[in-house]
């Protein structure tokens, strides 16, 4: 189904390639697994090694794609067009086939690298595994992938997956893409920030490489509004294999859909027939939890289960192994957050339990605060989790919410992450890639005008442009770092004060999943060895003390398990901070350490004032909470933290919102410390904070000036 009203031009000289000419007894001329004629004996065009014997029981199975039965309409269709939008339903083989098809069909589609975005990195790194082995390569040659800390490819490779993010930062140093001939933006429906700057950027590049050609691919409903967005682009559609799935509601709301949603997956283990569970739950603390449980409860009841979590900081080992099938009589339990609602495929699945709900962050401008919380999918995500249960036999989907919630309730498409999102790190990546018209900038969907001026308001605050709009030189020094502005600004600031190697290893703790671990059956053992980590000055210290401590130990696995550290987590801190160190060399930011003169706790804690100062806040009249300075918001110290004394001032790297507001990751600071660092928010005589907060400044003003 195409439009044919579209654009398009005539095809190129074409190289051989599956759908053209087929070489009897030598090398094949098709892509490795694109040749639809491939027989034992014949030679990859790749690699020129025989086909295994491993690459045709694969081929039999791809042949029964739905995508495989329109090859050459999709091959057709990216030739003749610059862009073009390919809407997939669940099961229709797109993600792994269609790059293959491209580089099969030779011309200008094979004349550079294919580039395949993923939104996540499970998906990149498990999607390359599968192409490779179906183009019957050694994964990291001629197919690979590149996530962050990890660039698995090679100067053989011509197929390369890799996060929207990876994309997006090659393009500061190659704004035209030039090493592709195609660009294939996958899963484009989640509508990422990294995705949505990359829709924007590539329709300037296509208007400077008319040879370039880009493929939106999606699963979304939503097809007409990819397809006008990229000037009336062709659409063509490819079915799914799906079999008919029967779905339930629940007659009440539930109000711990934990403890329903573990309910229900016993209640299937137990009653329904054999077939794998597929479970919907918002992060890994609720997914583990349910994880225990409902492994007890199979135990007790005789059942033969293997239930397993998958979440994004999950080890990679472990995440594959939700792929292979269950043991004989064995029933897989899946208990995942949204990672597998479209992203990946597991095979075997017929009961989905969906309770509707998902975390997402939320960025208020008017509040400055950005917060994960637990919301409701939309009905187009509720559609994608119940065909989950029809790939391969007819299916049931168990919605823990009533049919009202569904039609009044869910919003009808997720909104898109650049309209509920603090915009500070957009705004750094376009200025740095030469993008200075943000007003104009080709948004699929603009932010609201507010949300782009606080932004703007806050990069200068933070010194990153002038009153122009420009970058500065601080500016361009902090966006050469992949991390959040008030971040790669504490970078800067630490750069000068000489204690830059500490607070990248604060900040490398702060961009990882927390690595305090508290097993269920050993919390108070775990308590106990967290307190030797134990700041007074709070949570950034306390961290740096974990890290370094780990750093100087000679066996770190058992470190990490005497200790109650996630060894996974500190791995990942480990790159983080090894990456940005790096970029702290290759720009000479290197200043000499202030640690043999003792002032390296002052000088971190000044250095993330530079950073954060906008993100204090002071005790209230009463002693017992907290007043942010910029909203006046009433918060709390999060239960977690090493500070366990209530200072005047605090500083804080984030706020969450649970049963109420609180500050996370929270070290405490002198007010004579912020009249310090940053006068120009923080002395009495010029700010403009509140009654309480201007009491407590003005007596620190004498101290300040010592």
Known sequence: MRDTNSRSRSPPAQTPGPFQVKKKGGAATAASGCDVDAEPGDKSWLTGQPYSKRFFEILK?????????MRKEVVKMVRENQSSVLIGETGSGKTTQVAQFLLAAGGDLGSGSIAVTQPRRVAAMSVAARVAQEMDVELGQEVGYNIRFEDVTSEKTRIKFMTDGMLLRECQTDPLMSKYSVIILDEAHERTLATDILFGLLKEVLQKRPELRCLVMSATLEAEKFQDYWSGAPLLRVPGRMFPVETFFTLRPEKDYVAAAVEVCCMINQQ????????????????????????TRAGESGCSTMVLPLYSSLPMNQQRRVFPPAPEGTRKIIIATNIAETSLTIDGVVYVVDP????????????????????PISRA???QRAGRAGRTRPGKCFRLYTPETFEKELPESTYPEIIRSNLSSVVISLKKLGVDDLVHFDFMEPPSPESMMRALEMLHFLGA??????????????????????????????????????VLAIIAMLSVPPPFSRPRHAQKAADRAHRNFASGYGDHLSLLTAY????????????CHEHFLSERNMKQAENVRRQLAGIVRSRGLEKESTEKNGMITTNVRKSFIEGFFMQCAHIDQGGKNYMTVRDQQMVAIHPSSFLQHKPEWVMYHETVVTDRCYMRNVTAIPAEMLI??????????????????????QRALPRSKR
């Open 356 to 375: 509707g709900l998902f975390k997402q962050m939320l960025y208020n401008p008017r509040t400055h605060v950005e917060s994960l919380l637990v919301s």
């Open 465 to 502: 442009i002038d009153d122009e709009g420009d970058l500065t030189d601080a500016g361009k020094a902090m966006a050469d770092f992949p991390v959040d502005p008030h971040l790669s600004k504490t970078i800067v600031a630490a750069c000068s004060r000489g204690c830059v190697s500490e």
């Open 548 to 559: 370094s401590q780990y750093s100087n130990n000679g066996s770190k696995a058992d470190y």
């Open 61 to 69: 199975a791809r042949r029964r794609l739905p995508c495989w039965e």
């Open 676 to 697: 310090e660092v940053a006068p120009q928010f923080y002395h009495p005589d010029t700010c403009k904070l509140n009654e309480q907060a201007q009491k407590i400044l």
């Open 381 to 383: 995500s509720a559609q």
């Open 272 to 295: 329904e027939p054999p077939g794998d569970i597929l479970c919907f739950l918002c992060g890994e603390e609720e997914i583990e939890t349910a994880c225990f449980e409902i492994e």
